[in-house]
């Protein structure tokens, strides 16, 4: 069972915008600004996308914008494009005992 | 270009051990804090361990603290894991990851390397 929890999937059509939650506690999500997310296609690494809640690594396209509002964080990919679909996991810091923490995933599918 | 190359894995028996190691170019490794992360076969991924950039300090999960033992060597711009006592449940891809912005997130992960723990 993971320390944050996301939906198990999440889909939408192209063109349109999705949004992928992310449900810890004040220990983490809600504790801390630093919640990131990964993008992670079959059979390859992780990649960062979003880092501290809301900001953007250089190269992530801006369709890709992060949030945050209690113990919830959210990732919103919109104009969604087919190479969208992926696994998304989010992860937060957790304090010195933990560190950090991971989400589920969601496996994302552009219909 | 930042690259990070594990090695090490493979098939061990419950009970054995085994050595990962990761080695970074790229970058300058002794200024950045490293991690563990690894995603058993079809799961999700699990936050394993980590040590700061002048090996001072490190951090297990709870679930192989008292087997797995994080170290660095800056000299060679290695990580390393040894990995001791391991378990069925160790199997998984072991990844290499880079800190980023204050250690706050992992921006750069290597290939993985796949452990595979089963008699």
């Known amino acids: 069972q993971s320390a944050l929890t996301q939906p198990p999937s999440a889909s939408g059509s192209p063109g349109q915008s999705v949004t992928i939650s992310c449900t810890g506690t004040s220990s983490d999500v809600g504790g801390y600004n630093y919640v990131s997310w990964y993008q992670q296609h079959p059979g390859k690494a992780p990649k960062l996308m979003i880092y501290e809640v809301s900001k953007r690594p250089s190269g992530v396209p801006d369709r890709f914008s992060g949030s945050k509002s209690g113990n919830t964080a959210s990732l919103t990919v919109s104009g969604l494009q087919a190479e969208d679909e992926a696994d998304y996991y989010c992860s937060s810091y957790a304090g010195s005992n933990k560190l950090r923490v991971f989400g589920g995933g969601t496996k994302l599918t552009v219909l | 270009e930042v690259q990070l190359v594990e090695s090490g894995g493979g098939l061990v028996q419950p009970g054995g051990s085994l050595r990962l190691s990761c080695s970074a170019s790229g970058f300058t490794f002794s200024s950045y804090a490293m991690h563990w992360v690894r995603q058993a076969p079809g799961k999700g991924l699990e936050y394993v361990s980590a040590?700061?950039?002048?090996?001072?300090?490190?951090y297990y999960a709870d679930s192989v603290k008292g087997r797995f033992t994080i170290s660095r060597d800056n000299s060679k711009n290695t990580l390393y894991l040894q990995m001791s006592s391991l378990r069925a449940e160790d199997t998984a891809v072991y990844y290499c990851?880079?800190?980023?912005?204050?250690?706050?997130?992992?921006?750069?992960w290597g290939q993985g390397t796949l452990v595979t723990v089963s008699s």
């Open positions: 990851v880079k800190g980023a912005y204050g250690d706050t997130c992992f921006d750069y």
């Open positions: 040590i700061s950039s002048n090996g001072g300090s490190t």
